[in-house]
């Protein structure tokens, strides 16, 4: 039994449904499964990390479980998931963590998974910690602004990222959870290109079929869109400006061969993803 935290969300419901399809005995914690959309043979169970005692009842009889919680500020919730996962006799753990984890130049978010991937280490079970890059799906977000005939926001310049497709980032995950030879290991997951945001709309533009035009923010423009558009509170969006002047300064151009050492094949391209998922842009 292999349970799944986070199962309902990009990666989380891949892992699910990429488990399933191998086969394995699959196990969904979600907020509500009654709403879940799950494989056939999928048990989706209640649960929040929040709540000891519905993790304790979801892990139990699991042998490996997939480690993902929201983005944000670590309040203890990843070392009370390893602690009640050893506590369930789960043997196998695998962490999605973040890129750039541990370095102070990133920014706060360089800490959210510090306290979490030193209790996987020091938890005594087989460990695997997955460290993605940027996801390609994150362009969704630009699907707003591409409806109403607006520029899509640009805070990062031309600073590039090893962006991601989340299938390989789920693909890799489920390699960790069932084969051996990943025990101990740090992956940092990019995909085979480093590409900046006009080179993502560039990408799309040809996609599509008609123009992806981008509007590049400043500083200050960069924090009143993230108050106004996003909600952040100031202390907030300030945070997220020291990761965003990490990126434009070409600290986050980071290209690996993890995705293809573990899967034996190249990582997929921004322009792969993009291709599978027009018609999300196109909808409507």
């Known amino acids: 039994m292999i349970l799944v935290t986070g199962a309902t969300g990009t990666i989380g419901s891949d892992v699910v449904r990429q488990l399933a399809a191998r086969g394995a005995k699959v196990r969904a914690l979600t907020r509500d499964p009654a709403r879940a959309r799950t494989p056939a043979g999928v048990e989706a169970v209640r649960g929040d990390l929040t709540d000891p005692e519905s993790v304790a009842a979801a892990l139990a009889g699991a042998t490996a479980a997939f480690l993902l919680r929201p983005p944000g500020p670590d309040a203890g919730e990843d070392a009370a998931l390893v602690t009640a996962a050893r506590a369930a006799g789960v043997r196998r753990l695998v962490k999605l963590s973040a890129i750039g984890t541990g370095d102070t130049a990133v920014g706060p978010s360089a800490l959210w998974h510090v306290a979490g991937e030193r209790a996987l280490r020091e938890s005594g079970a087989e460990w695997t910690v997955l460290r993605p890059s940027s996801f390609a799906s994150n362009t969704l977000t630009w699907v707003q602004a591409l409806r109403a005939g607006e520029p899509v926001p640009n805070m990062t310049g031309d600073g590039a990222s090893g962006v991601i497709d989340p299938r390989d980032i789920a693909e890799v995950a489920v390699r960790a959870l069932l084969d051996a030879g990943h025990a101990g290991r740090t992956y940092t997951l990019t995909g085979p290109e480093a590409i900046s945001v006009p080179g993502q709309a560039a990408v799309l533009a040809e996609v599509l079929g008609r123009p992806v035009p981008t509007r590049d923010l400043t500083p200050d423009g960069t924090r009143d869109f993230l108050r ?27 290209v690996t061969e993890d995705v293809s050492r573990v899967l034996g094949r190249p990582a997929r391209s921004f322009r792969t993803w993009a291709e599978d998922n027009r018609s999300l842009f196109e909808a409507g």
């Open 228 to 254: 106004t558009a996003w909600g952040m509170d100031g202390s907030r969006a300030d945070g997220v400006l020291r990761g965003v002047a990490f990126v434009r300064a070409g600290g986050n151009a980071v």
